[in-house]
């Protein structure tokens, strides 16, 4: 794998999780329930974490690591802030849209797992991030079904 598409790639990831940092940090401010407004927290802190994870490696690459969000990303979190004031902060619909953000976020870890040209010790740092990010996914799910039934 050439040095620039490990950039691309990792710096797609960089851009995910500035998302998912924001993306939750502003669904945190959306919800009244405390154990929400935790664990969305946790979550925005979480992806703040990977970030300079990724930057290091690309910064290793002698590459210029992502500093924004993507497009794709400020829309979604707009769309957060759209649906919560319609629905008046409506929890179901505030994790329903966190799924919906966050199976882009597991796409986007296994489209750069799929790559099996990625270094080992790159793969690594992106395997144990997927995990991270696979099981918020899920718990978010899971939440947002317990919550409509």
């Known amino acids: 794998m050439s040095t620039k598409s490990i950039t691309s790639t990792l710096n797609s990831l960089i851009e995910t999780c500035r998302d998912g940092e924001e993306g939750f940090r ?47 990303g400020a829309l979604h979190r707009g769309w957060i802030n759209i649906k919560s004031v319609i629905a008046g902060g409506d929890e179901h619909a505030i994790l329903a849209e966190c799924e919906r953000g966050e199976d882009h976020a597991v796409d986007a870890y296994q489209e750069a797992l799929a790559d099996q040209s990625l270094p080992a010790q790159v793969r690594e740092v992106v395997q144990r991030q997927y995990v991270a990010v696979q099981a918020a996914h899920d718990r978010v799910r899971d939440l947002r079904d317990a919550m409509k039934s």
């Open 26 to 72: 502003v669904a945190a401010g959306d919800v009244k329930n405390t154990e929400l407004k935790t664990l969305f927290t946790e979550y925005s802190q979480q992806r703040a974490r990977f970030i300079p994870e990724l930057q290091s490696i690309v910064d290793g690459l002698g590459k210029d690591a992502e500093e924004t969000s993507s497009v794709a």
